[in-house]
């Protein structure tokens, strides 16, 4: 077994995410079934069905712990910052886990999503999930509606475009540059 | 069938909406069958499943119009136009279709969609598809990525942002003055 550790440590629930994701790039989200998952994993289905819903929501395992991330810095956010610095604050937070170790996880990750209608749409949710969280988050440190919103979605924007260019082959820069980047595109662009 | 006529005019697709629209409202979505609503429109299932793929679809038939007015207004905006020009063009083009007497159909639509799950969703991935057709047609105008992205999206979120505010019953401000104080709104907070 200690050869199938991975970098989430020899977890059950990391060691399911690593081989379903081998699996759906290698054959195709659709293609691949949870039994062949479980197995490349070295485990059972039952043991799949203790850790996640269904084979779509292995790729999504990670959310909760992003929206607590964005959501924790967004409410520590000192209280003179703007409904935005705020916002930026919980994008830059969520760089502990978009480091160099998980890069090549999420570049995967976005590739079998992209192919896939479901996934994509799943992802939306996701998105969407994230920015309603946000809001909340804000509108307890008294911000109003709808500059709480506004600020959700311009916020949401920003993570979408830094987290496209940082998955770019491409790409060198870091998660905090990229962030800092693209909010102050957004800040030229709508002011112009 | 006189009777019948719809804002839409005696056609077979809106009379379907309206009577769908109807029995949503009053007995939920879930218990409402495709029978139900062509019975009450006076027509055959048959006739309904020629205009809608299924239930769903009929609160979704305007998506396509809607998208056509932004991307013509995008796209038709003068040369000089910033990226967020040309949105708030496409946004303010939409007034066309959300005028004071569709405000109450679109008041209903919505408490429709807010209460199911599944329309939610279906309603997030329309707005994705509007804020992906904007961004298409911002590439096509000239602006490079990631701006045409982020513009796209900022658009999106001003528009959702004007949208909630025009269908709330307290609301008496007409769509292109709500467009305008949401786009104020998100500067503002974005350079703020």
Chains 1, 2 share one sequence.
Do not use: C
């Not at 956010?77 to 830059?92: D, F, R, T, Y």
Request: charged share 25%; hydrophobic share 45%.
């Amino acid at each position: 077994m200690i050869g199938r550790m991975t970098r989430w440590g020899p977890d059950a629930g990391g060691r399911l995410i690593k081989s379903a994701l081998e699996l759906y790039a290698k054959r195709g989200y659709d293609q691949t079934t949870v039994a062949e998952i479980a197995q490349r994993a070295g485990l059972t289905e039952r043991t799949f069905f203790r850790h996640f819903a269904d084979k779509k929501e292995v790729l999504f395992a990670g959310s909760s712990n992003l929206r607590d991330l964005l959501v924790s810095a967004v409410a520590g956010a000192p209280p003179s910052a703007s409904p935005i610095e705020a916002v930026a604050g919980g994008l830059l937070a969520a760089g502990v886990v978009f480091d160099e170790e998980r890069r090549e996880f999420s570049r995967r990750r976005q590739s079998v999503i992209a192919a896939n209608a479901e996934l994509r749409e799943r992802e939306l949710i996701k998105m969407a999930t994230l920015a309603s969280a946000i809001a909340d988050t804000l509108r307890r440190r008294g911000v109003p509606n709808p500059a709480a919103s506004l600020a959700a979605e311009a916020g949401i924007a920003v993570f979408r475009v830094a987290f496209e260019r940082w998955v770019h082959p491409e790409n060198e820069l870091g998660w905090s540059e990229l962030v800092r980047g693209s909010l102050a595109e957004l800040k030229v662009l709508v002011v112009s």
